[in-house]
């Protein structure tokens, strides 16, 4: 269980990669801001207090994995891996622009800490189901983490990777889903309705839990839980705010990918620093 | 090196090469969808069954696998009919596997016509097509035993990912174990100076086999060439054959938009252009029946060659 310096310390991790992430999309002017922002927690839970990785050994042998495969939300991604010191800060400030190390989408070619390219919505959790399953092979110890989308979800790939890693009980695969409830085109339940997501998953035999996903109390606990349970995948339903600590993106239905001007940086900056979250 | 002229099937060449490789390199994992019994990939289950994962009926994700299991170091052979391993998932092997430039054998069995009585729904005229697409790719059509096992070899020692189009039941021994083949460069099967016929499959060789027989028979000499490696095309051969011929037929059990033909076509635009012709399956989709009524109904029999053949002479 997390003490409350831990917590203190891992909250303010996660307000410094908010910071990041709104600068680093405000200085492009538009981005993926929404889906980038609800993940946090979990990234700077991962990245700061879970996950055996050196930053200054981005291949490290025998360490544990990332997948995003909700791959537009590498903004927040790349500012949780520069904040750990994978690459300079002053790469955020690339983000998207010709020759950069940090395309819109999460590549494993182009940025150090990167395990997996993502994108093309679905595929980033068949991969992680591979590198679970590679992980076994190799005997390791280690545990492939995925973060998949709510909306993301409705991709059929996602469930068939969902019956086959609990066919091969990828015990070591730890998954969390964004439930922000919005997608591209507005919320989930007007466009396909995801409001079964834990009995899917239980469905496919997953472990399931739901938690806050903004609370890194209820996120530890539950990362412990899904290790302890190493007889199967474990699927952590986190309920989150699309654009949390964004606040002109909280509430918009255009929030997926939207305009972040110099002034909408300031204020949400400011309130970020002024303790909002 | 290993004498393929026992085996019965062209599946039991691909798995004596895949099964090898795995003798030799314990890093080769194998993947199916449930069309293990088909391919005889059993074999590898039961002597590897840690290494071996039957993924079931989801080739999207079978191939997400995959290129997961490459980033960990393994080098995935993974297979299906090559109507599932070309349009079903070729999103995830474009983009999980190349694009993330990871490395996967992808084994698109029963290429053109050859799926016979399984009939239209699992032919793919389209294959070369996709897999042209992408970069870096090695695409290969073997047309018999010895040269499937051989290049498959070399597939593995390339680095690249490849797409492996090939036959499943029926075997043609062409080459005796000894023979050079060599990933990348045709093989010359016959030689004449009145025209050149590129073919690629066992089932489109076969047949421009038999084609330059009548040919010769009618006082006409072909060069053949046996185009085993699609991709990256024989370029030096094929401007070599436009230069001493000047007339070129290509042969392919497949579909001409963005074929081996329209391939060779748009190289000798650019150096050297020279009448061409070709077989191919042209706009039709596939539909069922045995081989004979196909390579009729297609027309790809040998008589078809050698008519296009005499036309182009013309």
């Known amino acids: ?277 | 090196m290993r004498d393929t002229s026992d085996l019965a099937n062209m599946k039991d060449a691909v798995m004596a090469a895949i099964l090898d490789l795995a003798d030799e390199h314990e890093e080769v994992v194998m993947l199916e969808a449930d069309l293990m019994t088909c391919l005889g990939s059993t074999g590898f289950m039961k002597k590897y069954p840690g290494r071996f994962f039957n993924c079931g009926i989801a080739e999207a994700n079978m191939v997400g696998v995959a290129a997961g299991l490459s980033s960990m170091g393994f080098v995935p052979f993974a297979d299906s009919f090559g109507v599932f391993s070309s349009r079903r998932d070729y999103d995830q092997f474009f983009l999980s596997v190349n694009y993330a430039k990871q490395r996967v054998h992808l084994i698109g069995t029963d290429p053109g016509v050859v799926a016979q009585v399984n009939g239209g729904t699992h032919m793919p005229f389209e294959d070369i097509a996709l897999m042209r697409q992408i970069p870096d790719l090695i695409i290969i059509d073997p047309s018999d035993a010895q040269s499937c096992y051989e290049l498959i070899r070399q597939l593995y020692e390339s680095g690249h990912s490849s797409y492996i189009r090939v036959g499943r039941r029926g075997i043609t021994h062409r080459y005796p174990v000894g023979t050079r083949i060599e990933l990348g460069k045709g093989i010359v099967l016959s030689e004449g100076s009145d025209l050149a016929i590129i073919a690629e499959g066992e089932t489109m060789v076969n047949e421009a086999v038999k084609a330059v027989e009548i040919l010769r028979d009618r006082g006409i000499h072909a060069t053949l060439v046996d185009m085993h490696t699609i991709k990256p095309l024989d370029t030096e051969l094929v401007e070599k054959l436009a230069r001493e011929t000047g007339r070129i037929l290509v042969c392919e059990n497949g579909r001409y938009a963005g074929g081996l033909g329209e391939a060779v076509a748009g190289h000798l635009a650019k150096v050297n252009p020279t009448r061409m012709d070709y077989v191919n399956v042209g706009e039709r989709f596939g539909e069922v029946g045995n081989l004979a009524y196909l390579l009729k109904a297609y027309n790809f029999t040998a008589e078809d060659i050698a008519a296009k053949a005499q036309a182009l002479l013309k």
């Not at chain 1, 990245?47 to 909700?70: A, L, Q, T, W």
């Not at chain 1, 590198?131 to 390791?140: N, R, V």
């Open chain 1, 1 to 277: 269980m997390l003490d409350l310096q831990t917590v203190e310390i891992l909250e303010k991790k996660a307000r410094e990669i908010r910071i990041s992430t709104i600068h680093e999309i405000a200085h492009l002017g538009k981005g993926h801001i929404g889906g980038a922002m609800s993940i946090v927690e979990i990234l700077t839970y991962l990245y700061y207090h879970e996950m055996n990785i050196d930053p200054e050994n981005p291949k490290m042998e025998g360490r544990d994995r990332f997948v995003c495969s909700k791959g537009h939300a590498g903004p927040s991604v790349y500012a949780t891996l520069a904040s750990r010191g994978y690459f300079p800060q002053e790469w955020l400030l690339t983000l998207n622009k010709g020759g950069t190390n940090l395309p819109s989408h999460c590549d494993m070619t182009k940025t150090p800490g990167i395990d997996f390219t993502t994108g093309s919505l679905g595929q980033g959790a068949s991969a992680a189901a591979g590198i679970a399953l590679g992980q076994k092979l190799k005997g390791e110890k280690s545990f492939t983490y995925l973060i998949v989308g709510d909306g993301e979800s409705q991709e059929g790939q996602v469930w068939e990777m969902a019956e086959f890693a609990s066919t091969r009980k990828l015990g070591n695969l730890i998954a969390f889903t964004d439930f922000n409830r919005m997608q591209l085109d507005g919320y989930t339940k007007d466009v396909i309705n995801m409001d079964n997501i834990d009995t899917r998953w239980l469905g496919f035999n997953w472990h399931v839990q739901r938690i806050n996903g903004h609370s890194f109390e209820q996120i530890d606990y539950a990362v412990q839980q899904a290790k302890a349970a190493c007889d199967r995948p474990s699927m952590i339903i986190c309920d989150t705010v699309k654009s949390q600590g964004y606040f002109p993106g909280v509430g918009v239905t255009a929030n997926h990918s939207m305009a972040v001007s110099q002034e909408d940086e300031k204020a949400a900056i400011a309130a970020l620093e002024g303790g909002s979250l």
